[in-house]
């Protein structure tokens, strides 16, 4: 006995019903040309995801339900069955759900039993677990369907194993992290190593505010050997052939696709995250301060690679502290990215501000050049419609080293979970590589100069960095330490050798810029503890682990 499977790895928009179910239908289409006796698609693929509250309105999930219903009068054609995620409602209670649709009926259905509820996902407020799935007969073979979380816990393969499923198919909605995929396929070998079963692991592609799905979906045979690896980040289906022997059924494709090395993956994650936040809200481009500095440049090409040259608008704002070497690595790295670039001096407004305020000194002065720039950009983009992009890095954003309404102020930041050290890696990786999937040039994206100077915002004389900083490579290690272990001061010493007093002066720092970050615009989480999604602190907080 024989089966065919097409997996498809697909895009999709939140509450794009209608959009969502048209492209489902699409992909079908091209399955059924390959003979595809079944079509396997994602998590909540119909309503895309996450859904958060939107699933909260009767309306949506009624127009959810009947788009479902639509796409099961589709399969009346005489075509391949389909296998897709969607919401059931049932005896006032809301699922999130999976449904088998052939011969123009839902001919099966299951609920997601394990709900996650830590990190960036929250679905026990919003779903009631399901009951422990049967395997769905079909055609002649047992399916199991766990729905990404089920697969993370034991009981629900154990279950589908026990009453005598054939093959485990799981849908998911796996957002992208660092070393995600080796963490993903360890967790698929031991459930197929626990039940003997071949399973297909199936996620989506795509970015949804400040997550992005890197798809990366695969199969593993019994035995735990990885037959089919799907590339990351592209959409894609792969027709995969099935086999019943005299121990099951077994997977006979033979497709491995390679996954993103590090950073590539990191690069091409804030690539995907920019671009589909960018289209999907309708913004016609984005425009952004290029300073001459590292994050600018690397924030500048992570847009042209995603969005293309003629969707990027640079603008170097330069004040009285700008040096002439800024402008130089400005201009130089907007022409090799081929961008738009002007230039627009910010002293004329200082020198007003200067006489509104009667001389201001110090800090105040330092954050009303920050705030006039910010000022500049959105009255472009209010005039021209781009988007406001912002260049500030995760270890800036963690002490504090920005300015509230001013270089925080924005739509959207590409660099948002990224320490400088990663920045550091990035841009130097850019300028050796070009991403497959980049809209941008060849060669090098920024002078070698923005990477090798000392970092400086440039807002009084002589100004580094590491005049108000520790070393960015300690400074990250102790960062490290403290957001995504949620080490103490103590701990976070011991591993990094730094003195402690050192660190709980950056634990204050880090406590003290809650309010700022609460402010902040969305960005792309590539960490484990992204700031608000994952690490979510209260803003007045006495506590301290450090003196």
Request: charged letters at 25%.
């Amino acid at each position: 006995m024989t089966l065919r499977i097409a997996l498809c790895q697909m895009n999709q928009r939140v509450g794009d019903l209608a959009g969502n179910a048209e492209a489902m239908l699409e992909w079908r289409a091209k399955a059924a040309a390959e003979g595809a006796d079944l079509v396997f698609f994602p998590e909540l693929q119909i309503t895309g995801y996450p859904t958060e509250d939107l699933v909260l309105k009767d309306e949506f999930v009624r127009r959810t339900i009947e788009a479902s219903e639509r796409l099961a009068d589709a399969t009346n054609d005489g075509g391949p069955a389909i296998l897709f995620g969607t919401l059931h409602r049932e005896e006032g209670h809301l699922f999130n759900a999976v449904m088998l649709a052939d011969k123009g009926a839902v001919v099966a259905r299951r609920l997601k039993h394990e709900l996650p509820n830590y990190g960036t996902f929250d679905e026990l407020r919003l779903f009631a677990p399901g009951p422990l799935p049967e395997p769905i007969e079909w055609d002649g073979v047992k399916l199991g369907v766990p729905i990404c979380e089920d697969i993370w816990l034991e009981p629900v393969c154990q279950h589908l194993d026990e009453a005598g499923a054939d093959i485990l198919l799981v849908p998911n909605g796996s957002p992208y992290e660092l070393n995600k995929d080796e963490i993903r396929q360890a967790l698929v070998r031991d459930r197929v190593n626990e039940t003997g079963l071949p399973l297909v692991y199936l996620n989506r592609v795509g970015g949804q505010d400040e997550l992005v799905f890197d798809g990366s979906s695969f199969v593993v045979n019994r035995g735990g050997e990885i037959v089919v690896q799907m590339r990351d980040w592209d959409e894609a289906m792969v027709v995969t052939d099935w086999e019943q022997g005299e121990h099951g059924w077994h997977c006979t494709t033979r497709d491995l696709q390679p996954l993103d090395p590090y950073p590539e993956d990191v690069y091409h994650a804030m690539m995907v995250g920019l671009g589909d936040y960018v289209n999907g809200n309708g913004f016609p481009g984005v425009i952004l301060g290029l300073s001459g500095g590292i994050d600018s440049a690397l924030s500048a090409a992570i847009a042209v690679d995603a969005l293309g040259p003629e969707r990027v608008w640079c603008v170097m704002m330069p004040s009285k502290y700008t040096s002439q070497e800024s402008l130089d690595d400005a201009r130089g790295c907007a022409e090799m990215l081929g961008c738009r670039h002007d230039e627009i001096s910010i002293v004329p407004g200082v020198e007003a501000f200067d006489e509104m305020l009667d001389d201001p000194q110090g800090l105040t002065e330092e954050n009303i050049q920050s705030r006039l720039r910010m000022v500049t950009l959105m009255a472009l983009s209010n005039s021209h419609g781009h988007m406001v992009l912002t260049t500030g890095n995760k270890s800036e954003m963690s002490v504090g080293y920005a300015t509230l309404y001013g270089d925080m102020a924005g739509g959207y930041n590409a660099l948002k979970d990224a320490y400088k050290t990663t920045v550091f890696e990035l841009s130097r990786w850019r300028n050796a590589n070009k991403p497959r999937m980049a809209l941008g040039p060849d060669g090098p994206v920024m002078p070698m100069n923005v990477i090798e100077k000392p970092p400086s915002a440039e807002l009084r004389p002589d100004q580094k960095d590491e005049d108000s900083l520790p070393a960015y490579a300690k400074l990250d290690r102790m960062l490290e330490a403290l957001i995504e272990d949620e080490a103490s001061v103590a701990e976070a010493a011991r591993r990094t050798g730094v003195d402690e007093g050192a660190v709980a002066d950056i634990e204050k720092k880090l406590l003290r810029a809650e309010y700022k970050r609460r402010q902040a615009p969305p960005g792309v989480k590539i960490g484990r503890r992204n700031f608000g999604r994952d690490r979510r602190y209260p803003i007045t907080n006495s506590f301290r682990t450090g003196k």
